[in-house]
C-alpha cells in the first residue's frame, strides 16, 4: 500500500492544523494506522493510532488535544490536532500495519512557533 500525507504548516502555539494521509488501495483490510513524528534530533515517536475496529490510542502529552479518525469511503486517516505547542513540531508520518508487513508515508513538516 502506498501512503500520501499532506497538511503540514506553519502555525503559532494555541493553532489548529489537520494532517492526512491517503492510501491508493482500499484501508478496510489494514490492521493498524498510525502518526508518528520525528522532532530535529530526536528518535521518531508514535502519537497515535487506530486499529481496525475504531479503537485509538494516544501518547499521553497529545491526549485531548489531537483525534485520530479514519474514513474508509476515501482511504484516508486525518489527524486533527488542536491548541498546538512548539513541542509538537516535527516531521509527521503516516504508518500502515498491515499481517506481514507495513509501510510508511512521506513526512509532513509541521512547524509550531511561540
Known amino acids: 500500500v502506498q501512503l500520501q500525507a499532506s497538511g503540514g504548516g506553519m502555525v503559532q502555539a494555541g493553532g489548529s492544523l489537520r494532517l492526512s494521509c491517503k492510501a491508493w488501495r482500499s484501508i478496510n483490510n489494514i490492521n493498524l494506522l498510525e502518526w508518528h513524528r520525528q522532532a530535529p534530533g530526536k528518535q521518531r515517536e508514535l502519537v497515535a493510532s487506530i486499529a481496525m475496529g475504531g479503537r485509538t490510542n494516544y501518547r499521553d502529552s497529545v491526549k485531548g488535544r489531537f483525534i485520530i479518525s479514519r474514513d474508509t469511503a476515501n482511504n484516508t486517516v486525518d489527524l486533527q490536532m488542536n491548541s498546538l505547542i512548539p513541542e509538537d513540531t516535527g516531521v509527521y508520518y503516516c504508518?500502515?500495519?498491515?499481517?506481514?508487513?507495513?509501510?510508511w508515508g512521506q513526512g509532513t513538516l509541521v512547524t509550531v512557533s511561540s
Open positions: 504508518h500502515a500495519v498491515l499481517i506481514g508487513s507495513d509501510t
